[in-house]
């Protein structure tokens, strides 16, 4: 049995015996044009009358787009077939006949593709940003593997916010409200005290109903919690994360960029990011019109005008203390603002990772809980850490599709989730 990449790079008059799906046909009478898909890519299947049995050539007439099908044939390198290579069928069979029209068809509104996204998943571009997505998890793991970091699975039910209270997804455990996680930060925190380096990729969940291009209600977070780690460890860890997956997954995806015409930019993360500090970001705003009072938030279109000023990620750091959630570590020369820093992706992406150095100090986070209004006992482990053995630490988070929509130029987060849940859609 062989694939259809494998194909591509066989000779010519080698038999083969493929296993996949209709994706197009054409017929010219005696002549039928199969395209044939599989996981690994599309070829053309002749199947002529004159060279396989009536019966081979009537099963391959009757079958309907997404039919499942077995093929037997003799490849043969023809200029006018896509790709130049064809295969030319001998035998022909249907496994699993269509029974219905496809839904999936040239011109079909976004909504009738995403209602059927179950069966859109089917299609060679989808499968493509699939695979580059798998491309991209294992490059996550290349690099936190290599540098001594330990994988962590933290839970999803939980009972305490973790990055405020308004975009918490409720849940009635046995009659007790919990919630869905927004981040495993707190879990990978305790962790450090025996791991010191640990890692995770899990979804995460918030209940936000802004409907942006780069807003998901449950995604793909990639985090890392790093003991005795300071603020420039921060940056320069999330930095070379960066990196190192963005050529990486460059190099991992060739094929499927070629499927999508797209090319990802590496030299975007080449040479230091740049860094600029939550004040100088408010010039940049104020130079472009915007009424830039401190203590504003950087919303998606303050984000666009910043990111606009670099051809690089940036990091945006030292956010006023009331910006960010209360386990953010002040910077000691100026109490006001915190170690806390967001990277922001190129070409209007916006934010791809939330980062920062964590108090360390018992009574500076007990009283930091009660300043936000939040009940300590909620927190009782969380405090507890800082109890035993306390020690400087920091880490951050990274969307996954929100890196995908950057180096992909995707519009819109939905297309790097295969399941993709928005406030408007929770199924398939
Ligand atoms: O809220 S974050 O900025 N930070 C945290 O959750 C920290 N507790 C992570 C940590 O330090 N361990 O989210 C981190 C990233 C953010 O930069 C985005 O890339 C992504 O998670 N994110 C999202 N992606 C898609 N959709 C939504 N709604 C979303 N929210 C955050």
């Known amino acids: 049995m062989r694939n259809v990449s494998e194909v591509f790079d066989a000779g010519e008059g080698v038999e083969v015996e493929l296993r996949g799906w209709v994706w197009r046909k054409r017929s010219h009478g005696r002549l039928l044009f199969i395209d044939l898909r599989d996981s690994t890519g599309v070829i053309q299947v002749a199947v002529n009358a004159g060279r396989v049995g009536p019966e081979s050539f009537e099963e391959a007439s009757k079958a309907s787009r997404e039919s499942s099908v077995l093929v037997r044939g003799i490849i043969a390198h023809d200029p006018r077939a896509p790709g130049g290579v064809e295969v030319r069928c001998t035998y022909f069979k249907t496994i699993g006949q269509s029974l219905d029209d496809f839904p999936i068809r040239k011109g079909v509104t976004s909504r009738v593709l995403y209602d059927n996204r179950h069966l859109y998943l089917r299609s060679p571009r989808v499968t493509a940003v699939?695979?580059?997505?798998?491309?991209?998890?294992?490059?996550?793991?290349?690099?936190?593997r290599s540098r001594g970091f330990v994988e962590i699975d933290c839970p999803t039910l939980v009972?305490?916010?973790?990055?405020?209270?308004?975009?918490l997804f409720e849940v009635n455990y046995f009659g007790k409200k919990v919630y869905l996680t927004q981040s495993v930060q707190f879990y990978q925190e305790a962790a450090i005290y025996s791991l010191e380096r640990v890692y995770s990729i899990q979804?995460?969940?918030r209940a936000e109903k802004s409907r942006t291009t780069r807003h998901l209600t449950e995604f793909w977070h990639v985090e890392a919690e790093m003991a005795?780690?300071?603020?420039e460890d921060l940056l320069k860890t999330i930095e070379e994360l960066v990196r190192y997956i963005v050529i990486r997954v460059d190099e991992l995806s060739k094929k499927e960029l070629r499927t999508l015409g797209r090319r990802i930019r590496t030299e975007e993360v080449e040479g230091p990011f740049p860094r600029i500090t939550y004040a100088e970001a408010l010039d940049i705003l104020r130079r472009h019109g915007v009424d830039a009072e401190w203590g504003i938030d950087i919303g998606a279109d303050e984000e666009k005008i910043i990111s606009g000023e670099f051809e690089k990620p940036v990091f945006l750091t030292h956010f006023p203390k009331k910006l960010k959630a209360f386990y953010h570590k002040p910077d000691p020369s100026n109490r006001e603002v915190t170690l806390s820093a967001d990277l922001l992706a190129p070409r209007g992406n916006g934010e791809i990772v939330g980062s920062g150095v964590r108090i360390d100090d018992?009574?500076?986070?007990?009283?930091?809980?009660l300043e936000e209004g939040l009940r300590p006992e909620d927190y009782y482990w969380y405090l507890d850490l800082r109890k035993y053995g306390s020690v400087p630490h920091a880490g951050f988070g990274?969307?996954?599709?929100?890196?995908?929509?950057?180096?992909?130029?995707?519009?819109?987060?939905?297309?790097?989730?295969?399941f993709p849940r928005t406030p408007t859609r929770i199924q398939p």
């Not at 699939?130 to 936190?144: P, Q």
């Not at 009972?159 to 308004?166: H, K, L, N, Y």
């Open 130 to 144: 699939m695979r580059i997505r798998s491309n991209l998890i294992w490059a996550v793991h290349e690099f936190f």
């Open 159 to 167: 009972t305490a916010a973790v990055e405020g209270g308004a975009t």
């Open 203 to 205: 979804p995460s969940f």
């Open 228 to 231: 005795y780690a300071g603020f």
């Open 362 to 369: 018992y009574e500076e986070l007990r009283s930091r809980i």
């Open 398 to 418: 990274m969307g996954v599709e929100r890196v995908l929509k950057w180096i992909l130029d995707l519009p819109h987060v939905r297309m790097a989730a295969p």
